[in-house]
């Protein structure tokens, strides 16, 4: 995601000394301080998706535990209730009907999913939306609101390891939305003039359908969404199918292809033309733009196949078998990496054309890094920030923008007032998640470790990084031992305090770099 924080200023020192305040102001709570950063060991234990445990202990004698509830979370310490236990999704499919914006509409949605343990009850993340029907293999199940959770009972336990299909049938609310006061700002259904677009990050999927909603939980799902005359419909991934119904209205079916995490879903609706173009190696490029915008905004998107072949180089080949941006014909204030159709605000590509072509590069980065490679927790999000921020700007270095070096030694500048406002970058709290220091304070991490190892082992490390868990997912403590066997050292304690402390560290290389003091 590319917020406002994107025009993060950089100025010469003596000149931000002198003013004696911050070049961007953020607030937010204090960050937790990490002993770890002084012991050199991790705040983190268990590896699995969220640290979550699905299946209950066994008894004394051994046996298997009877049928119990699924876990009404996913375990993660900053938002513990996203996402459940006691299951897998294997797939989703969403049926949509859509009738006109901000009107409500028919939807039904159908969970195919496997338990990790035996289940009296699970729960589903949904919030709003007038709910009619739920059963579990087709039979009537109980179905209980509670607040954000959808806890599902089914006539009879379901055994460990047995597949499931839930079908849940419901009125759509299209003009859901809700607040955060960070760089997200609104997110859930976004209205446009003729239709919508989804802006799901960080926790919003659960406004659009019943959903397990962690990042480091991942289903490949189907979109069947009908749309009246006049419009057309886009999703994640592959359009399957388009049939004309008698009445007029159009059916569209869209395949993600790959899994991906709630956040990851975009579903538009709207008057829209697309645009295939050709990228690297054959790679299918579709655009989605509202008709009104196609010529204003040709000259950046038609961009994209270098932008792919400049990321190729230094990361590999691009993960997923299409791509495409996704114009935003709304007020939308953050661009957004759905994952394999990028939306992009109209505002964005506008304007000026190193500020849209950042924007296209750092949503684009995050197919590798956020996407392919999926961040366990949310504590992990500054390696999905850090590093499109990180290439976003490495990018328009090369092509007429502020000089990296010159970008970091601002954001250097600022760290510890960061750090203060923010939380150090691997250690956000709920409230300060999307704040700058995820951003131009995550990328000035890895800034710090290319100096540490020199920019050869650095590529190394990052394409090492989304090969080995292209599809997978990782975090922190991943990240930490994958760049110290790339660099033949060990690189934890030069890390852990750049990622946990609560002070800023020395810049390598740079010991005139200086850090501001901080303002209460």
Same mark, same amino acid.
């Given at each position: 995601?590319?917020?406002?924080?994107?025009?993060?200023?950089?100025?010469?020192?003596?000149?931000?000394?002198?003013?004696?305040?911050?070049?961007?102001?953020?607030? %937010?709570?204090?960050?937790?301080?990490?002993?770890?950063?002084? @012991? %050199?060991?991790?705040?983190?234990?268990?590896?699995?998706?969220?640290g979550?445990?699905d @299946?209950?202990?066994?008894?004394?004698?051994?046996?298997?535990?009877?049928?119990?509830?699924?876990?009404? %979370?996913?375990? $993660?310490?900053?938002?513990?209730?996203?996402?459940?236990?006691?299951?897998?999704?294997?797939?989703?499919?969403l049926?949509?009907?859509?009738?006109?914006?901000?009107?409500?509409?028919?939807?039904?949605?159908?969970?195919?999913?496997?338990?990790?343990?035996?289940?009296?009850?699970?729960?589903?993340?949904?919030?709003?939306?007038?709910?009619?029907?739920?059963?579990?293999? &087709?039979?009537?199940?109980?179905?209980?609101? $509670?607040?954000d959770?959808?806890?599902?009972?089914?006539?009879k336990?379901?055994?460990?390891?047995?597949?499931?299909?839930?079908?849940?049938?419901?009125?759509?609310?299209?003009?859901?939305?809700?607040?955060?006061?960070?760089?997200?700002?609104? #997110?859930? +259904?976004?209205?446009?003039?003729?239709?919508?677009?989804v802006?799901?990050?960080?926790?919003?999927?659960?406004?659009?359908?019943?959903?397990?909603?962690?990042?480091?939980?991942?289903?490949?799902?189907?979109?069947?969404?009908?749309?009246?005359?006049?419009?057309?419909?886009?999703?994640?991934?592959?359009?399957?199918?388009?049939?004309?119904? !008698?009445?007029?209205?159009?059916?569209w079916?869209?395949?993600?292809?790959?899994?991906?995490?709630?956040?990851?879903?975009?579903?538009?609706?709207?008057?829209?033309?697309f645009?295939?173009?050709?990228?690297?190696?054959?790679? !299918?490029?579709?655009?989605?733009?509202?008709?009104?915008?196609?010529?204003?905004?040709e000259?950046?998107?038609?961009?994209?196949?270098?932008?792919?072949?400049?990321?190729?180089?230094?990361?590999?080949? #691009?993960?997923?078998r299409?791509?495409?941006?996704?114009?935003?014909?709304?007020?939308?204030?953050?661009?957004?990496?759905?994952?394999?159709?990028?939306?992009?605000?109209?505002?964005?590509?506008?304007g000026?054309?190193?500020?849209?072509?950042?924007?296209?590069?750092?949503?684009?980065?995050?197919? +590798?890094?956020?996407?392919?490679?999926?961040?366990?927790?949310?504590?992990?999000?500054?390696?999905?920030?850090?590093?499109?921020?990180?290439?976003?700007?490495?990018?328009?270095?090369?092509?007429?923008?502020?000089?990296?070096? $010159?970008?970091?030694?601002?954001?250097?500048?600022?760290?510890?007032? =960061?750090?203060?406002?923010? %939380?150090?970058?691997?250690?956000?709290?709920?409230?300060?998640?999307?704040?700058?220091?995820?951003? $131009?304070?995550?990328?000035?991490?890895? #800034?710090?470790?290319?100096?540490?190892?020199?920019?050869?082992?650095?590529?190394?490390?990052?394409?090492? =990084?989304?090969?080995?868990?292209?599809?997978?997912?990782?975090?922190?403590?991943?990240?930490?031992?994958?760049?110290?066997?790339?660099? &033949?050292?060990?690189? @934890?304690?030069?890390?852990?305090? +750049?990622?946990?402390?609560?002070?800023?560290?020395?810049?390598p290389?740079?010991?005139?770099?200086?850090?501001?003091?901080?303002?209460?």
């Amino acid at each position: 995601m590319k917020g406002p924080f994107a025009r993060l200023r950089v100025e010469p020192a003596g000149e931000r000394r002198r003013r004696g305040a911050l070049a961007l102001a953020v607030t %937010g709570a204090v960050g937790i301080t990490a002993v770890a950063a002084l @012991t %050199g060991t991790f705040p983190f234990g268990d590896q699995s998706p969220a640290g979550r445990r699905d @299946t209950p202990a066994a008894g004394p004698s051994g046996a298997s535990p009877g049928p119990a509830p699924g876990a009404p %979370g996913a375990g $993660d310490p900053l938002l513990p209730l996203d996402g459940n236990g006691g299951y897998t999704v294997r797939r989703y499919t969403l049926d949509l009907d859509w009738r006109a914006p901000r009107t409500p509409f028919a939807a039904g949605t159908t969970i195919s999913a496997t338990a990790t343990q035996a289940l009296s009850r699970f729960n589903l993340d949904f919030a709003g939306n007038t709910l009619h029907t739920v059963t579990v293999d &087709g039979v009537a199940a109980g179905a209980a609101r $509670d607040g954000d959770e959808l806890v599902v009972t089914p006539a009879k336990p379901i055994q460990k390891g047995a597949a499931f299909t839930v079908r849940v049938g419901y009125t759509a609310d299209p003009t859901q939305q809700r607040e955060r006061g960070d760089a997200i700002q609104t #997110y859930g +259904w976004v209205p446009t003039p003729d239709g919508t677009v989804v802006c799901a990050q960080p926790n919003g999927a659960k406004m659009i359908f019943p959903v397990n909603d962690h990042p480091s939980l991942r289903a490949p799902v189907t979109f069947r969404v009908t749309t009246p005359p006049g419009l057309s419909a886009v999703a994640n991934g592959r359009l399957v199918e388009r049939v004309r119904r !008698p009445d007029g209205r159009t059916r569209w079916t869209y395949d993600s292809e790959h899994p991906l995490a709630a956040q990851l879903i975009q579903l538009a609706i709207g008057k829209f033309s697309f645009v295939d173009r050709t990228g690297p190696r054959g790679l !299918p490029v579709r655009d989605v733009v509202p008709e009104g915008l196609v010529t204003d905004t040709e000259e950046p998107r038609a961009l994209t196949s270098d932008h792919l072949t400049w990321l190729e180089e230094r990361l590999g080949p #691009y993960p997923f078998r299409r791509y495409g941006v996704l114009v935003g014909d709304t007020d939308l204030p953050v661009a957004l990496e759905t994952q394999s159709l990028s939306v992009v605000p109209k505002a964005d590509l506008l304007g000026d054309r190193i500020d849209a072509e950042r924007d296209l590069v750092h949503e684009l980065a995050h197919q +590798w890094t956020g996407n392919s490679v999926a961040i366990r927790r949310w504590s992990d999000l500054w390696l999905s920030e850090g590093h499109a921020r990180f290439y976003e700007r490495l990018y328009s270095d090369a092509h007429g923008g502020v000089a990296l070096e $010159d970008a970091m030694r601002s954001a250097y500048a600022q760290h510890d007032q =960061w750090r203060h406002d923010d %939380g150090a970058p691997a250690e956000p709290t709920e409230p300060t998640l999307f704040k700058v220091m995820r951003y $131009d304070g995550s990328a000035l991490v890895l #800034y710090a470790l290319r100096e540490k190892v020199g920019e050869e082992t650095f590529d190394r490390i990052e394409r090492a =990084w989304v090969t080995k868990y292209r599809g997978r997912v990782a975090g922190t403590r991943d990240f930490v031992a994958l760049a110290s066997e790339v660099a &033949g050292e060990d690189l @934890t304690a030069f890390l852990t305090s +750049w990622l946990y402390g609560d002070r800023t560290p020395p810049m390598p290389g740079h010991p005139d770099w200086e850090v501001d003091r901080v303002q209460d």
